[in-house]
C-alpha cells in the first residue's frame, strides 16, 4: 500500500494550496481517506476527512470555510483545497487511509499513512 501526497510548498498568507495524495495498493472504494497535520514541536492533529463514497467530510474547526477534501475514485486520489492560508496553517501534511466510517479523527484509527508534504505559509 502506497500513499503518496504532493502539492505543499511557500505561499503567501492570504493564498492557496492545492494537496493531493495518490493512493495504490488497496480498494479506493473501500477506505475513507484523512489529512492531517503536524507542525513543529507539536502533535499530529486531524485537518479534514471523507467517507468512502464521499457523500461525507470533516472538518477541524481551525479550517472550516477555508479548506475543502474531496476524492477522485477514477484518479484513486484524495485532495486537500486550502484557501485564506494563515501562518498557523504551517505543518506538514500528512494523508491516510481508514476502513472506519463516521468521524474519524484519531490517528490510530487510520490504518495507512502517506508521507509528509510541507506546507509553509508566510506572513
Known amino acids: 500500500v502506497q500513499l503518496q501526497a504532493s502539492g505543499g510548498g511557500l505561499v503567501q498568507a492570504g493564498g492557496s494550496l492545492r494537496l493531493s495524495c495518490a493512493v495504490s495498493?488497496?480498494?479506493?472504494?473501500?477506505?475513507?481517506l484523512g489529512w492531517f497535520r503536524q507542525a513543529p514541536g507539536k502533535e499530529r492533529e486531524f485537518v479534514a476527512s471523507?467517507?468512502?463514497?464521499?457523500?461525507?467530510?470533516y472538518y477541524t474547526d481551525s479550517v472550516k470555510g477555508r479548506f475543502t477534501i474531496s476524492r477522485d475514485s477514477a484518479k484513486n486520489t484524495v485532495y486537500l483545497q486550502m484557501n485564506s492560508l494563515k501562518p498557523e496553517d504551517t505543518a506538514d501534511y500528512y494523508c491516510?487511509?481508514?476502513?472506519?466510517?463516521?468521524?474519524?479523527?484519531?490517528?490510530?484509527?487510520?490504518?495507512?499513512w502517506g508521507q509528509g508534504t510541507q506546507v509553509t505559509v508566510s506572513s
Open positions: 491516510a487511509a481508514t476502513k472506519l466510517t463516521g468521524y474519524v479523527s484519531r490517528v490510530y484509527d487510520y490504518d495507512y
Open positions: 471523507i467517507s468512502w463514497n464521499g457523500a461525507t467530510t
Open positions: 495498493g488497496l480498494t479506493f472504494s473501500y477506505y475513507g
